[in-house]
């Protein structure tokens, strides 16, 4: 059997961010065992690796991090020596229909993973590294001038950022009381293939194509700042190895829009994709109630990431964009199986009749 020189448990690795991750660090360093550790709840999609399920150095895990007994059992049988948690609940709408949900595995679920990181490594932290992935949303709402900084006080205001700053701040005290080699990151919205279309880019793209309803929240006025998921993956890459130990980044894309003006930008890059008249696709925009506490605006200050570590997002997001319309609209098998929920029975496919 081949012997590694590290072997890296990444948790949620099945969905959105978290395949890219997985995907870069397998194809990046043959060298290392990747684990990837994920429950599949509704958005873990084993689909979204399927280009890289074969390769020597990956392995799928099926575990709920929230079952304290299988978390210990899988690291003391396979001992990683760095852990990338990127499992959670991660749709504010949905944290506000069942918070409790993300209080279970956003919370109880790092806890565990923290306390069996500090068994097994039991104070030998040598070489080992606690990664904890995170959002900006923890910083709450800026009014129209300003940028989250790493000095930022944390403001959460859904259920998702209280419970992602929650275990923000347990990683941190796991840190300063236990000395657990840990490091965070704080990322602005994400986009990008293989997002689960609830959230707004491939929500939207979807119904477009489909000629349903663009549901606008509110006024679309307010403002997220985007990244393209790989330029996100690369980030992680770079922190994992160089991030100084109990430090955060904050990572952002420098790139702010408001709402409605992206929904616009969407609808006619997708009316020149699909062969529509300039102006159709935005006749379905239909402004819908306002999401409950919704923030106004987020915005990332990543200056000391691209400082301290050199990294800078790599693409425009016009080029960002255009690349994952184009990606939607050649994998509409994907889409197709995401929304009627057969990518549900891939495992069973896969991995169990075998
Ligand atoms: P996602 O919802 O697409 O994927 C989450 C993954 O975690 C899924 O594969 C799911 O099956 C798995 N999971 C959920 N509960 C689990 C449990 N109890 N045990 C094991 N696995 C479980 O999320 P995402 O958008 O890829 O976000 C990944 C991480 O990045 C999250 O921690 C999120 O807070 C953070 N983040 C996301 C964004 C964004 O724009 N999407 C931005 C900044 C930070
Ligand atoms: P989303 O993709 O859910 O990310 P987050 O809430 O974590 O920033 O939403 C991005 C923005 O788009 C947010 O301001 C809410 C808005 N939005 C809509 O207007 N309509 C929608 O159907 C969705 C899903 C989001």
């Known amino acids: 059997m081949k012997s590694y020189s590290k072997t890296l448990l990444i948790t949620g690795g099945a969905g959105f961010i978290g395949s890219h991750v997985v995907r870069h660090f397998v194809r990046l360093y043959p060298d290392y065992l990747i684990l990837n550790l994920d429950k599949l709840t509704y958005a873990g999609n084993l689909e979204n690796l399927r280009d890289i399920e074969q390769a020597t150095n990956y392995r799928f895990l099926r575990a709920d991090i929230v079952d304290e007994t299988e978390v210990f ?38 806890i565990n993973l923290l306390n069996a990181a500090r068994e097994i490594w039991k104070d030998d932290w040598e070489g080992k590294r606690f990664y904890h992935i995170s959002t900006d949303e923890v910083y709450g709402s800026l009014g129209e001038e300003g940028l989250f900084t790493e000095r930022t006080a944390y403001d959460p205001r859904s259920p998702y950022s209280a419970s992602k700053a929650s275990s923000d701040h347990l990683v941190r005290a796991y840190h300063h009381t236990f000395g657990l080699p840990a490091v965070l990151s704080n990322c602005s919205n994400n986009y990008g293939p293989y997002q689960f279309p609830e959230k707004l880019i491939p929500l939207f793209i979807n119904n477009i194509r489909n000629n349903k309803p663009l549901p606008v929240y509110g006024k679309g006025e307010n403002v997220r700042d985007w990244l393209y998921v790989e330029d996100h993956a690369r980030a992680i890459d770079l922190i994992f190895h160089q991030g100084r130990i109990g430090e955060t980044y904050n990572i952002g894309g420098n790139n702010e829009w408001q709402n409605i003006a992206l929904i616009l930008k969407l609808c006619a890059l997708m009316d020149d994709r699909l062969g529509r008249k300039a102006g159709d696709s935005e006749k379905l925009i239909t402004y819908v109630k306002d999401r409950a506490g919704h923030d106004l605006r987020y915005a990332i200050d990543s200056s000391k990431l691209q400082r301290e570590l050199g990294w800078a997002p790599s693409l425009q997001f016009e080029e960002g964009l255009a690349l994952t319309v184009d990606w939607y609209l050649a994998n509409q098998a994907w889409l197709e199986g995401v929304t009627s929920g057969d990518y549900q029975h891939y495992y069973e496919r896969q991995y169990l009749q075998r």
């Open 73 to 110: 059992r899988l690291f003391r049988e396979l001992r990683p020596e760095g852990v990338i948690h990127l499992a959670a609940e991660s749709h504010v709408d949905r944290s506000i229909s069942n918070p409790n949900a993300f209080i279970f595995t956003n919370i109880v679920g790092t």
